[in-house]
T-cell receptor, first 113, second 112 residues
């Protein structure tokens, strides 16, 4: 399967703990996006990379959130000192430059107790 | 302010009925995509429309892009329970080709 993959698919953690999610994009895609989605709502943009450069971050992304894409391939999203309000589906998508279509992974469902 | 307004937000119909979902904006988009998402999964791209007035068909689904490229519609003919899901429209604003602007989605339930 050469689609976008995300790991883990589900994560349950206690409030205050740190969590890290991984996204592996489609190999030839140089753009990578992170979104957050709550039940029944559309995806909410968090941040975007072109190759290894993080080009845009949402103002909604607090300083507890950090994302990296060190070699321009896979990316990680870390949430420090998790809060119950962080519970959501975290989606990763990738695309090629100049192409507007984004291809999504299956998401990581985070539950903060 | 939501740049892309989707309506209706929720729709529950019987198998065999037709339905239309709308995606409207006051802004002009260079392209617009429709996605379908099932519970617990990521959105799956259905179609991209780029030309004003364009109509695309995907089996029982018909997608239309408005002449002014500010709105789009998705029409499903003879809906089936397998069509159940969240339908999302997303567009790229003219002059900004990096980020998709998302609607809030239409949650469709097709009852057998």
């Amino acid at each position: 399967d050469t689609g976008v993959s995300q790991d883990p698919r589900h994560k349950i953690t206690k409030r205050g703990q740190n969590v890290t999610f991984r996204c592996d994009p489609i190999s030839e895609h140089n753009r990578l996006y992170w979104y957050r989605q709550t039940l029944g709502q559309g995806p909410e943009f968090l941040t975007y990379f072109q190759n290894e450069a993080q080009l845009e971050k949402s103002r909604l992304l607090s300083d507890r959130f950090s994302a990296e894409r060190p070699k321009g391939s896979f990316s990680t999203l870390e949430i420090q000192r998790t809060e119950q309000g962080d519970s959501a589906m975290y989606l990763c998508a990738s695309s090629s430059s100049g192409v507007n279509e984004q291809f999504f992974g299956p998401g990581t469902r985070l539950t903060v107790l | 302010t939501q740049l892309l307004e989707q309506s209706p937000q929720f729709l529950s119909i019987q198998e065999g009925e037709n339905l239309t979902v709308y995606c409207n904006s006051s802004s002009v988009f260079s392209s617009l995509q429709w996605y379908r998402q099932e519970p617990g999964e990521g959105p799956v791209l259905l179609v991209t429309v780029v030309t004003g007035g364009e109509v695309k068909k995907l089996k029982r689904l018909t997608f239309q892009f408005g002449d002014a490229r500010k709105d789009s519609s998705l029409h499903i003919t003879a809906a089936q329970p397998g069509d159940t899901g969240l339908y999302l429209c997303a567009g790229v604003l003219t002059g900004n080709n990096r980020k998709l602007i998302w609607g809030l989605g239409t949650s469709l339930a097709v009852n057998p």
